[in-house]
């Protein structure tokens, strides 16, 4: 239970929150869901591309929050382990819906698997000719990226985390995160101009 | 380049209005609510126990007495056969099973198994990349075993913990605290002087003071005997749960009332994220800056059209939001 004049207070830092929700405060976890509440949304619908799955994941995530709190280890960003787990659960997730792909085939350790998924029809070109806006059609061009490159992109963005926390959480190298960051700018901003 | 890139991608975020719904959130805070309430949960476990022991504890004194008096006493055989045998049986089976909880074993006295290896289903913050690669290799099988098996126990404490949380929530916000998104059940931190020395240390130093500086109300002489160290901070905690009670009386007496928090969010930025019209009502007649936009770019009409409330972004539209 909290301490006697422990309080939670709404600027308290994350790492300040999730270590007073590990002793009893609840209200510090409703901070911390309200705070990143959106950006794990943003990071697991826009990779998914399902509300339903999302929502169930979200859940997922914010109960494993809940449940490990007390195991969270105050020397690493909250961001990172929180991210940490919506990537974990999202990877098991696909793996259960999508068993008939391999992702290991999908590993992309080298660059010019990296350009083989550049190239993937499957992205299409990001013309954006159903977006009636540029940020419509930014969102839709980070949809519309490769797996791995959406990923490592929206870990970054909606995150705020760097190269080697991304490289970490998807275990792979930091030269190949970089590079699947900069594929992903480069064809994002290619759509802005593009589209302007 | 890059820059405007991540501008673009914020305002579009901001505009999206994608979410996830009112029910993921609330099953979650009550779930956390229940968790939170967890020390209980070896208490519990003892508590079904103890019949079982104090069971058996019973029927081996039980036995004793009984058996006793003809160690000391013995009598002819076929008289202690008749009479004993009945004694010893039951001791040895029926009470302690009488008082045990279904399913009880002899392992049933272990804690549950989310409980010993829960990190299964949850990495560790910075696992290196090949163990992190193993642990999701075979978190599916392991991972949500453990993870579905503490969530149910967690669920059963949410039913009731889910009652306290929503008569919480309605006390906090009766117009109907579930359907805002930031209406959420908190201490009163400005009511506690500790709270608010702490909060003075977010704020960031150098203000000068602007329009926005209100108060001085007669009514200020009314404030509790120990007003907090931080008034800026209790305006914003206010502000954003939508306390509209004590966000009057902070405005009452003078305070910054576009002090940013250390993300750089206002007062009225964090009360139209949350979707607390109220607030926002106020701390416009208050004065506010209606495009004071905080640390990532977010002014508070992105934020209020992100949220999806009509009538906050109308009410700051007036007031000069672009």
């Known amino acids: 239970m909290p301490d006697a004049g422990d309080s939670t207070v709404a600027d308290d830092s994350d790492e300040a929150l999730i270590g007073r929700y590990a002793r009893g405060d609840a209200a510090a976890f409703e901070l911390l869901y309200h705070r990143h509440e959106l950006r794990v949304w943003r990071y697991l619908q826009r990779n998914l591309r399902d509300a339903a799955t999302a929502e169930e994941l979200m859940q997922e995530v914010w109960f494993a929050v809940a449940r490990d709190a007390r195991r969270y280890l105050p020397s690493a960003r909250f961001t990172t382990w929180l991210f940490t787990i919506a990537h974990n659960r999202m ?14 085939s999908l590993g992309l350790d080298s660059d010019a698997a990296i350009d083989q998924l550049s190239a993937d029809p499957g992205t299409g070109p990001v013309a954006a000719a159903v977006a009636r806006d540029e940020a419509a059609a930014l969102i839709r061009a980070v949809e519309e990226l490769p797996r791995e490159q959406r990923e490592a992109f929206l870990l970054q963005v909606e995150g705020d985390l760097d190269i080697e926390e991304i490289a970490r959480i998807t275990g792979s190298s930091f030269e190949t995160t970089k590079s699947r960051l900069r594929y992903a700018r480069t064809k994002l901003r290619q759509m802005l101009k593009e589209y302007a | 380049m890059t820059p405007d890139l991540d501008e673009i991608y914020r305002r579009a975020s901001a505009r999206d209005t994608s979410r996830p719904s ?32 104090f069971g058996t504890l019973a029927a081996a004194a039980l036995a004793g007495l009984l058996i006793v008096p003809r160690v000391f006493n013995p009598q002819p055989f076929s008289e202690s056969a008749d009479t004993a045998a009945p004694a010893q049986v039951p001791p040895l089976a029926a009470p302690p099973l009488a008082g045990a909880p279904p399913g009880a074993g002899p ?26 690669a193993r642990s999701r290799a075979i978190a599916p099988a392991q991972g949500q075993t453990s993870a579905s098996r503490d969530d149910v126990q967690a669920t059963q404490r949410t039913a009731e913990a889910s009652r306290s949380s929503a008569s919480r929530l309605k006390a906090e916000d009766p117009s109907d605290a579930a359907a805002q998104p930031g209406a959420m059940a908190q201490p ?18 150098g203000l000068v003071p602007r329009p926005g500086l209100v108060g001085g ?20 905690r206010a502000a954003e749960t939508g ?17 940013p928090n250390a993300h750089g969010q206002t007062a009225l930025l964090l009360a139209a994220s949350r979707g607390q019209a109220e607030s ?28 999806d409330r009509p009538a906050i972004v109308a009410a700051l539209r007036r007031a000069g939001a672009r």
């Open chain 2, 280 to 307: 926002v009502d106020l701390l416009l007649a208050h004065g506010a800056d209606p495009n004071a936009a905080d640390a990532d770019g977010t002014t508070p009409l992105n934020a209020a059209l992100a949220v």
């Open chain 2, 107 to 132: 392992g049933a006295g272990a804690p549950p198994l989310a409980d010993s290896a829960p990190m299964n289903s949850a990495p560790a913050p910075f696992p290196p990349p090949q163990a992190a």
């Open chain 2, 217 to 236: 109300h007669p009514a200020a002489s009314a404030e509790p005997a120990s007003p907090p160290a931080d008034p800026s901070a209790a305006l914003r």
């Open chain 1, 91 to 104: 990877i098991d997730s696909i793996r259960a819906h999508r068993r008939h792909l391999s992702l290991e």
């Open chain 2, 22 to 53: 009112e029910a993921v959130r609330r099953r979650v805070l009550e779930h956390a609510a229940a968790v939170a309430a967890g020390p209980q949960r070896p208490t519990a476990n003892r508590a079904r126990w103890r019949p079982a022991i």
């Open chain 2, 243 to 259: 306390d509209v009670e004590r966000l009057r009386t902070i405005l009452s007496s003078p305070v910054l009332v576009d002090a």
């Open chain 2, 188 to 205: 009163d931190a400005a009511a506690q002087p500790g709270a608010m020395a702490q909060l003075g240390a977010a704020t960031p130093p």
